[in-house]
C-alpha cells in the first residue's frame, strides 16, 4: 500500500515540478503516473551503477555530481517517454532537483504518517 501511495505522490511531484517550471512538461496524469513509475525504476536499476561507475569523479567534486546523475536519469526517463518533455539538460537538472525536493517532503510525510 505505501508502494502506492508513495507512487501516486510521485505523480503529482511531477505535474507540481511541470507547472512550476516550463522546460519540464507533461501532458497528463496518466503520462505523470507512467513517467513517476519509469524514473522509479532508473533509480533502483540505473543509478547505483552509474553511482558506482563515477565513484572517482565524485569524490572529486564532493559528492556534487549526483547532482548530474540525477539529472541524465531524469533526462532519460523523458527521452523515452512519450507526453514527458524536458527541453534540455539544464531544464533536466533543475527539473530534477525540484523533483527530489518535494520527494523529500513526500518521504518525510509518508514516514511520519505510516509511523504510527
Given at each position: 500500500m505505501k508502494l502506492i501511495i508513495r507512487w501516486l505522490l510521485a505523480a503529482c511531484a511531477?505535474?507540481?515540478?511541470?507547472?512550476?517550471?516550463?522546460g519540464v512538461q507533461i501532458e497528463?496524469?496518466?503520462?505523470?503516473?507512467i513517467a513517476a513509475a519509469v524514473i522509479?525504476?532508473?533509480?533502483?536499476?540505473?543509478?547505483?551503477l552509474?553511482?558506482?561507475?563515477?565513484?572517482?569523479?565524485?569524490?572529486?567534486?564532493?559528492?556534487l555530481f549526483l547532482f548530474?546523475?540525477?539529472?541524465?536519469?531524469?533526462?532519460?526517463?523523458?527521452?523515452?517517454?512519450?507526453?514527458?518533455v524536458v527541453t534540455g539538460f539544464w531544464a533536466a537538472m533543475l527539473g530534477s532537483v525540484l523533483y527530489s525536493l518535494l520527494m523529500l517532503?513526500?518521504?518525510?510525510?509518508?514516514?511520519a504518517?505510516?509511523?504510527?
Open positions: 511531477l505535474l507540481v515540478v511541470a507547472a512550476l517550471y516550463s497528463g496524469y496518466a503520462a505523470a503516473l522509479g525504476l532508473f533509480n533502483i536499476f540505473l543509478r547505483p552509474l553511482v558506482l561507475l563515477t565513484l572517482p569523479v565524485t569524490v572529486v567534486t564532493l559528492g548530474v546523475i540525477n539529472a541524465l536519469l531524469f533526462w532519460a526517463a523523458a527521452s523515452v517517454l512519450d507526453g514527458f517532503v513526500v518521504d518525510s510525510a509518508m514516514q504518517v505510516f509511523r504510527r
